[in-house]
């Protein structure tokens, strides 16, 4: 997926929903709606309603790496620390953080569509800012995530005391717990890619992309790291090198 594939309409519902397919989904049942009742209304609007609904049913499902943007060029879309943290959310909570933080919707277009006031629109959206607030960032540009990475790539010690890998199946804090993990990472198959607009890398194999990995740097150490090693997941994101 490439981030001119991504209108408005494509870009609100994959940050509702975080997963290429089920944000085209999303848009196409928004669309059946709007046709067949002939109502006019927002799109986007509707698109939220679709959204809720998905994010209300997979909240009873486990947890899935969600599906970043992966480009060769700098971009803006959302990390992967981004949309694990969105994950984290209550289905009320994403819809309030994404429309009025990412979109800048009023609280007053977010209230009726989670059933509150705008005031209780406000409080929820609080609580997720809140908590998405407690990712770690990165704090320097691309340029200086890639120097870093290219540090850890030579073997330097890099890593945060506090840093966290989170895969599929794992989430690990700390050094002791984490460096093991990710010295499997100091591969010479790693090609550098820019990942949900961090600096990551994609593991390939024979010219198959087989892994996918992204950083966050901070005071010069890396503070997180978020692989994809599914390999059918990573294939759908990344095209053949």
């Known amino acids: 997926m490439t981030i001119a ?7 609100l519902a994959y940050r509702m929903l975080g997963r290429f397919a089920d944000a085209e989904d ?48 700098p971009n803006d879309e959302p990390g992967l620390g981004v949309l694990t943290a969105l994950d984290a959310l209550t289905p009320d909570e994403r819809v309030a953080y994404v429309l009025h933080d990412m979109f800048e919707e009023p609280f007053e277009q977010v209230a009726p569509l989670i059933g509150r006031t ?41 890593l945060d005391a ?38 990551g890398l994609v593991s390939t194999v024979d010219g198959q992309p087989v892994a996918l990995v992204a950083f966050t740097v901070r005071e010069r150490k890396i503070a997180a790291i978020h692989a994809i090693t599914d390999r059918e997941h990573v294939r759908r994101l990344v095209a053949p090198r």
């Open 118 to 158: 705008p005031l209780g629109a406000a409080q929820v959206e609080a609580r997720a800012r809140q908590r998405v607030a407690g990712r770690p960032v990165s704090d320097v540009d691309l340029a200086g995530q890639r120097e870093v990475v290219g540090a850890f790539m030579a073997g330097e010690d890099v």
């Open 26 to 73: 999303a848009v196409r049942q928004a669309r059946r709606k709007i046709e067949k009742t002939g109502e006019p209304g927002w799109l986007s609007t509707v698109i939220a309603r679709v959204s809720l609904t998905m994010l209300r049913v997979r909240a009873k499902n486990g947890f899935e790496m969600p599906d970043p943007v992966v480009s060769r060029e």
């Open 162 to 199: 506090g840093v966290t890998l989170r895969s599929e199946e794992i989430w690990l804090r700390g050094t002791g717990m984490v460096a093991p993990k990710a010295a499997l990472l100091r591969a010479p198959c790693m090609e550098p890619a820019v990942v949900g607009g961090e600096a």
């Open 5 to 11: 594939e991504l209108d408005q309409g494509d870009r």
